[in-house]
């Protein structure tokens, strides 16, 4: 287990045995979660890392008023320090241990009562978190509220210049914010001129922009391709 990523495949695997849907690079309030697993009404989450120590028990403690169990996952070693484990035991956080494919319980996760039901991540649970990334990825290629944004506009885009049969509109797929917001929800508090900024100036490879009588419309850019 050269990488935190490398565990991710056994853990999956291991989780959806449990009848758990896997999610990775949860982005909550409290931070990132390496990996989430949904069977409802329980909610886990795994924070995964190389070596245990302090600060992976830290960001596994902060997870307490959200999720029903919590576990850290490490590759398999022979021995760890008995406070740690000692530690583990007492604030009922599960010990992993990740070796080729399979996993180990070397600590049992008990239960916790979440705080509140308000709390329970369910809300920042998206399909692409199944399949875009791996948990414990460090390239920055999770998932996030703009990630989530930018996808569903580029697909409404799409569709609108090409439509389902990959033959180009009359009208081009040209669209104005209004029609864009129309279809799409975002995640900006002020979406028309936060959006329209967005499309101009960071999604410029994948979108075009014209000016018509004051107003600005964007469409996709590019030949008619497979839709996802």
Not at 52 to 62: G, H, P, Y
Not at 113 to 128: A, G, Q, S
Not at 183 to 201: G, I, M, R, V, W
Request: proline residues 4%; contains cysteine; aromatic residues 14%.
């Amino acid at each position: 287990m050269k990488r935190e990523e490398d565990m991710f495949e056994p853990i999956r695997s291991w989780l959806e045995e449990k009848g758990y849907e896997v999610y990775a690079e949860v982005e909550m309030p409290f931070g990132r979660a390496d990996i989430v697993g949904k069977a409802h009404p329980a909610y886990c989450v795994v924070e995964m890392k190389k070596t245990l120590n302090f600060e992976v028990i830290n960001q596994a403690f902060r997870w307490k008023g959200m999720f029903h169990y919590i576990y850290i996952a490490v590759p398999k070693k022979k021995r760890y320090h008995s406070i740690a484990l000692k530690i583990l035991h007492d604030y009922r956080i599960g010990l992993l241990e990740v070796k080729e494919n399979y996993v180990y319980v070397r600590v049992p996760a008990r239960y916790h009562r979440p705080y509140d039901r308000k709390t329970i991540p369910n809300k920042y649970l998206h399909e692409e978190q199944k399949t875009w990334v791996k948990g414990g990825s460090n390239g920055g290629g999770y998932v996030t509220t703009y990630k989530l944004t930018i996808s569903r506009i580029k697909e409404y885009l799409k569709r609108q210049r090409y439509g389902f049969n990959g033959k180009e509109k009359e009208d081009g797929g040209w669209r104005t914010i209004n029609e864009i917001l129309e279809y799409c929800e975002t995640h900006y508090q002020n979406p028309k001129s936060s959006l329209a900024k967005a499309l101009q100036d960071f999604e410029s490879d994948w979108c075009e922009v014209k000016k018509e009588n004051g107003r600005l419309f964007f469409r996709f850019k590019g030949a008619a391709i497979a839709h996802t």
